[in-house]
């Protein structure tokens, strides 16, 4: 099976742009989860969809938002960007509900540079 | 506040070493997963042990779940360069809505 794959790879955005970042889960993968990696805050948790229906947020403001299409593929936005937004965004996938409770599996991630 | 911490922060080893590192959390959890990372890559998830097991295998790697101690440990025996990542805990507390937690993780570094 083909693993998770996330586009674009890299992205460079100016602040007060929004950016979309999208995900495809490994086919049969009904749970997507995004999180936000950054040096100084690590690994956050954003948000899981499950499908089409978004389980559990993070705490993380209004202008991170996502969804998830009926083909399991999802979506991230990110509205007004601002320089600490700059991170690299991990998508996972999984065939249950309820990240913590069964094996994801990562994309590459998207490495967002925010200037 | 990080709800899972590893520790050592770094560690170097030479090939064929064992490593060991650990986590620790606050709050009563209901699993907890390691994971690696190679250099800015996306997460390979390694073990996941819940609450009420106290230790699994999976090839070279053992991690033990010390629940009275709120702590958990990653063993990599006989220890290759391959294996040189970031390693990190993520825990979900009981009772929560599972959002992992991950700590801050533990860079690895075995010397061919």
């Known amino acids: 099976k083909a693993g998770v794959t996330q586009t674009p790879r890299y992205l460079i955005k100016t602040r007060g742009q929004q950016v979309t970042l999208s995900c495809s889960p490994i086919?049969?993968?009904?749970?997507v989860s995004w999180y936000q990696q950054t040096p100084g805050q690590g690994l956050q948790f954003l948000f899981e969809y499950f499908s089409e229906t978004q389980r559990n947020k993070g705490n993380f403001p209004g202008r991170f938002s996502g969804r998830q299409f009926s083909n399991s593929r999802s979506e991230m936005n990110v509205s007004t960007l601002e320089l600490g937004d700059s991170a690299l965004y991990l998508c996972?996938?999984?065939?249950?509900?309820?990240?913590?409770?069964?094996?994801?599996?990562f994309g590459p991630g998207t490495r967002l540079t925010v200037l | 506040s990080q709800q899972g911490e590893e520790d050592p922060q770094a560690l170097s080893i030479q090939e064929g070493e064992n490593a060991t590192m650990n986590c620790s959390y606050k709050?009563?959890?209901?699993?907890l997963q390691w994971y690696r990372q190679n250099s800015g890559r996306g997460l390979v998830h390694l073990i996941l042990?819940?609450?009420?097991?106290r230790e699994k295998h999976s090839g070279r790697l053992r991690v033990t779940l010390d629940t009275s101690k709120k702590s958990s440990s990653l063993l990599i025996t006989a220890s290759r360069a391959a294996d040189t990542a970031s390693y990190f805990c993520?825990?979900?507390?009981?009772?929560?809505?599972?959002?992992?937690?991950f700590g801050r993780g533990t860079s690895l570094i075995v010397h061919p």
């Open positions: 993520a825990t979900d507390a009981m009772g929560g809505s599972y959002i992992p937690t």
């Open positions: 996972a996938s999984s065939s249950v509900a309820g990240v913590s409770t069964d094996t994801q599996y």
């Open positions: 709050t009563s959890i209901n699993n």
């Open positions: 086919s049969g993968h009904r749970s």
């Open positions: 042990i819940r609450s009420n097991e």
